[in-house]
Each structure stands twice: as structure tokens, then as C-alpha cells.
């Protein structure tokens, strides 16, 4: 059971909102403001969850989630963005950080994303009966690095399921890992065809599309 988390962020702010929510869901909360104080206490102590921050002084946020997998510590990682974007979705997927929220956020949708990832420790493959655990196992998978489970789940809730914005762009990233960039693109815009306000999906789009470009 999730218990103890770290928060990543050198807004004084963001701490202070995100601490405030967890602990009144009785979560143990610590925070560090920078990325040498978050290894220093990951290596010190155990955490079951951190939430992230991409924009950190000295050393960014993708740089201290690629530290963590470096120690060797698979604890789930929540990315906080200011712009719904993250220029290395693959490589985070490729860590194991598929769980993003934006500034500004609510409580509420701090909870719900705690929600999602506490699900997702309980799915038992098998057992699996609607949409949300389909796409909580493809993120599962993801996170354990076997992506042609995920794809299989994400295909089968987009064929036989009404699709969600999220488990096409899901789709986009893997195909964009894989380097079939056509798929990822058909993806991509499918996502944001259901969400044209999608941000990450409009993101991996134009990046692929603008690569095309450069390389023409």
C-alpha cells in the first residue's frame, strides 16, 4: 500500500499545495527543492511515489528520473509540467513515467491520479472487466517494459471499446519508440481528434512532423 511520498519541486508554492492535499489523505510527505536534494533522499530512504517537476535548477527533471533508474529504484514517478508537454515522452516512458499532471492542478485531481496508480497496483490481469483497468494494465506493462502487452490492451480498448484521448496518444508513444513515426503520427492526431486540446499529443505530433520536415 502506498504510504510515503517525495515531492520534486523548488516552487515553494507547489509544495505546500501538494503536501496540504496528501497529508489530508493521511499520506507521509517529505519535499525536496532541487534534484541533488531529491537523490540525496532517495538513497537515504524509501518512498512509494514522487511527483516530479520537469522545470528544476542545476539538474532538470529528466535527468534526476534517469539518477533514480540509475540507482536501481523502480518507485512510481509522477511528472509535474507547467505545459502539459514533455519534450522526451519515449525516453520517459522508456524510465518507466507515464503519469503526468499540469500546473495548475486541484486537489482533486491530485487524488484522482493517486486513484489510477493505486488500481493499477491492485489489477490482476485475468480479472480485468472495463476500459479504465485496460488502460491502467497497458500502463502497467509500460512501466515494466513490456510494450507489446500494452499495445495489445491499448488496440483492444480503442476496437472494442469506446477510445479515450489518452490510450491513443498512449499508442503514439509506443509506436514512436518502436520508430514506426507513421503509426505514431496516425495515433497522435487520432488522440487529439477525440481532444483537440491534448496537449502532449500536439506536442509528439508537431515534433515528428517537424523532424519529417528537416529531414526532406
Request: net charge negative; proline share 2%.
Amino acid at each position: 500500500m502506498m504510504k510515503k511520498i517525495l515531492i520534486v519541486d523548488d516552487s515553494r508554492n507547489i509544495r505546500i499545495t501538494l503536501k496540504r492535499c496528501l497529508e489530508d489523505d493521511n499520506f507521509e510527505v517529505d519535499y525536496a527543492m532541487n534534484g541533488e536534494e531529491a537523490i540525496e533522499k532517495l538513497t537515504k530512504e524509501d518512498f512509494d511515489l514522487v511527483f516530479l517537476d520537469l522545470k528544476l535548477p542545476v539538474m532538470d527533471g529528466m535527468e534526476v528520473l534517469r539518477k533514480i533508474r540509475d540507482m536501481g529504484n523502480d518507485v512510481y514517478v509522477v511528472i509535474i509540467t507547467a505545459y502539459g508537454t514533455v519534450e522526451n515522452a519515449v525516453e520517459a516512458m522508456r524510465l518507466g513515467a507515464i503519469d503526468f499532471i499540469q500546473k495548475p492542478f486541484t486537489p482533486g485531481e491530485i487524488r484522482d491520479i493517486l486513484a489510477d496508480i493505486q488500481m493499477r497496483e491492485r489489477i490482476e490481469e485475468g480479472k480485468i472487466t472495463d476500459k479504465k483497468e485496460m488502460i491502467e494494465f497497458a500502463k502497467l506493462c509500460i512501466q515494466n517494459h513490456n510494450y507489446d502487452k500494452a499495445e495489445e490492451y491499448l488496440i483492444k480498448v480503442n476496437q472494442n471499446m469506446n477510445p479515450s484521448a489518452e490510450s491513443l496518444y498512449l499508442l503514439g508513444v509506443i509506436y514512436e519508440e518502436k520508430e514506426d513515426y507513421e503509426k505514431a503520427k496516425d495515433y497522435y492526431r487520432k488522440s487529439l481528434n477525440l481532444s483537440p486540446s491534448f496537449s502532449r499529443a500536439e506536442f509528439n505530433l508537431n515534433k515528428l512532423l517537424d523532424k519529417e520536415q528537416s529531414q526532406q
